[in-house]
């Protein structure tokens, strides 16, 4: 039977439909049956230009509609609209007016629409049984909520994994869980193992009442979990109103195939964990994933996300790391349309490592209709920091807060871009807000003790970097932090002494050197922190461009090689921008 919700499809109207698009009022975009995202400024342009169909709307109408009085660069609308653009290929309804403006030509037709309630949906990470490996239940809800994301119908919203998961890890309920996030309905569920089948047992939470209305029990051979995912998708979208046949089925994988899934899915529990040795150990299976099955698109992006990861951590070395990407891009690109998840790991190594900005921005526009996703929101984010655009970097953060409020990674990218921004006192808070909700998460607590430690709480900031060091002796950045945190109390001979421990093992090992110049610079030794800045530079630190906005590098303004470093951004974004103009 299925659930009542009321939501019939045939009842929904589009509020706009044009050429082979269809546009919904919550935002939903079609071509033909296919979903395309378009992204927060993207959609904004398009229901601007659908509005004023077949009339010429300025520049400076569009920068008004889509930036308010927010100031933007002059080449912002021309980028947005050729994403845009980007998005609706291979139809060109978007005319350029020379040196006037845009047009959407050809029939527009506007609807009055029956809106369709959106069915919020949370998947809890399943329980595991007796002999079931801890990883199994987890691994196979999110890859059930990846599913769903991917080929579910348009009224059925799931929930952002990292939120589910962060709250389920407190130990919240399902119904607390599904309150939080004000979903309608959770699922959950126990992975339990029998001599040769797994038995998924499932239920449905209404999170109005708590009322449990469905359970099932669902059977998978071991070694075919990825049939079971199937079963609990297909019999998900039939409980809840939808076709019952939505042509989900895949092939059956051979032995070989089903050993790379699983051992992809052990890899991917294994890399989240965010400790070094952990990391390195996902990283191989990852590996042998893809080496046992090369059509295993999953293993391959996995590794990908992975591997910028290491790199962000101070795990593995840039040029390590894009090697191993550059390889993935060459293995995979036979795969017909799902390439696109991998551009934007693509576009941030072409601009940090190979310092082609053209490039990267080519990668990050022909991506631009992904939705969010941790790895995904993270590369735009940390791609628009680099370039120094922090109101485009709070974009993506807010937009993707609104869908994922309880993703860690999300809440200390924020407070981050607030104290690039110079925003001193809004950093504090929402690094304070965020060490509140997530007070054992590592990023949240490095980035608290940074903040603090610049803005006159040194004490708590030392304190907060120190139990990280002991927690995560590996993890070179929190060691950088405290050096900072101990030179802004004045424990110079302490803080000089992991500075020093670290420059050495840099000649053992790769080491993010980064963030040693603010320390080096809080000593008042700007020597050094040029040098740490140039060592940064050469060996293609992901984080060297943001950290020239570093205000706790302002002792080095006005230095000439801080100064040459600075104009070679400025060099990269004047070529692009010509690069643009000639395409254009």
Known sequence: ???????????????????????????????????????????????????????????????????????????????????????????????????????????????????????????????????????????????????????????????????????????????????????????????????????????????????????????????????????????????????????????????????????????????????????????????????????????????????????????????????QIRHIAETVQDASGRLMALMPAVGWVRFHVDRDLAGALEMFSLSAQLPHGASTTCLRVMFALSRHRFDESLEWLLSALLIDPYAPCLHSMHAWTLHLAGQRSRSVEIIEKALELFPDEEEVRACAALIFSFNGRAEQGADLARELVHRTPYFDLASAIHAYALACIGRREEAHEILERLQWLSRERFVLRSFLPAAFAALGMLDEAIAELQAADVARCPWFFQMLADPRLAPLHGHPEFERMRGGLEKLEFSAEENFAFQG
């Open 1 to 323: 039977m299925k659930l009542s919700t009321g939501m019939e499809e045939e009842n929904r109207e589009p509020e706009f439909t044009f050429g082979n698009f269809r546009l919904w009022t919550d935002g939903t975009f079609f071509r033909e049956q296919t979903k395309i995202h378009l992204p927060p400024k993207e959609l904004a342009a398009l229901r601007f230009l659908l509005a004023n169909a077949n009339k010429m709307v300025t520049p400076a109408q569009l920068k008004q509609a889509l930036w308010g009085d927010v100031h933007v660069t002059s080449d912002s609308v021309p980028r947005c609209l050729s994403s845009l653009r980007a998005l609706l290929e291979p139809e060109q309804c978007i005319q350029t007016i020379y040196k006037r403006g845009y047009r959407l030509s050809g029939a527009v037709q506007h609807h009055v629409s029956q809106e369709h309630p959106v069915v919020r949906l949370a998947v809890m990470p399943f329980a595991t049984g007796h002999h079931v490996a801890e990883h199994l239940g987890p691994a196979v809800a999110e890859e059930v909520t990846a599913r769903l994301t991917e080929v579910g119908p348009s009224w059925i919203s799931v929930v952002a994994r990292d939120s589910v998961f962060t709250l389920a890890r407190r130990g919240l309920t399902a119904a607390q869980v599904g309150e939080s996030l004000r979903a309608d309905f959770v699922l959950t569920g126990t992975l339990f193992a029998m001599p040769t089948l797994y038995r998924l047992r499932v239920e449905m939470i209404r999170v109005q009442d708590g009322t449990q209305i469905w359970i099932e029990d669902m059977l998978a051979a071991h070694g075919q979990l990825l049939s079971l995912e199937t079963q609990i998708v297909q019999r998900l979208i039939f409980r809840l109103g939808g076709a019952s046949d939505l042509g989900l089925n895949r092939p059956e994988h051979q032995p070989v195939q089903a050993e790379a899934y699983e051992m992809f899915l052990r890899g991917h529990h294994e890399w989240q964990s965010r400790e070094r040795h952990r990391m390195e150990d996902g990283m191989q299976r990852l590996i042998q994933a893809t080496e046992l099955d090369p059509s295993l698109l999953a293993a391959h992006l996995d590794l990908a996300n992975l591997c910028i990861t290491q790199e962000l951590d101070g795990f593995l070395s840039p040029d390590i790391a894009a090697k």
